[in-house]
């Protein structure tokens, strides 16, 4: 059986697409994130809870202050990204729920009144989304380098607040000489697929 998706989409949103280890200068503009998220939007969350944020690391200021945070490996790509991207997840995003999900406004009260149960479906649904945004870096013909070798509290205090979870770093762009290394294997179907 083939897929609905023609082979060359399947191929720049999974077979050719790599993570980026290098990055031309080439800048990766506001409409060009905007354009991503208008698209991975859609993607499906839990009662359309949607507690994916963004945090766009553009200023050179910023950028110094991320890189100290980031694991010794993983400084030097992200100095030279032309976009950073501080995925996380918000701990709140309950509040918005009569909003995004009006079918039942109660569902705030009634699944995400406790801190706990909010932590554990925000970490959950932004790590869905997390995956949708990639997807849509490779759809706008960019790389993306994700990476969570970081110091989680050392970012969240630096660029975040204690309602938000970092999950990733993102470096975004057009890749550059050497970016990628060798590809690593997959697991083939029957050895992640079980049918009972």
Do not use: C
Not at 146 to 175: A, C, Q
Request: glycine share 4%; aromatic share 8%.
């Amino acid at each position: 059986m083939s897929l609905a998706l023609d082979p060359a989409a399947q191929d720049l949103l999974f077979r050719e697409a790599r993570t980026a280890n290098t990055f031309t200068d080439e800048p990766v503009t506001d409409e060009q994130v905007q354009a991503i998220y208008d698209l991975v939007k859609y993607g499906p969350t839990a009662f359309n809870q949607t507690p994916l944020r963004i945090t766009l690391v553009r200023s050179p200021e910023a950028r110094e202050r991320l890189v100290q945070h980031l694991a010794e490996g993983n400084r030097p790509k992200t100095a030279a990204a032309p976009l950073v991207a501080i995925l996380s997840a918000d701990n709140e995003f309950h509040e918005e729920l009569p909003h995004l999900f009006p079918a039942m406004p109660q569902v705030k009260d009634l699944f995400f009144a406790e801190r706990p149960a909010r932590e554990n479906a925000a970490t959950l649904n932004a790590a869905l989304q997390a995956a949708y945004f990639i997807v849509g870096v490779r759809a706008a013909g960019l790389a993306a380098g994700p990476m969570t070798g970081f110091d989680s509290e050392g970012v969240r205090k630096e660029f975040l607040d204690d309602d938000h979870t970092p999950l990733m770093v993102v470096n975004i762009g057009r890749p550059g000489p050497d970016a990628w290394y060798p590809r690593s294997p997959r697991l083939e179907f029957d050895q992640v697929v079980t049918t009972v």
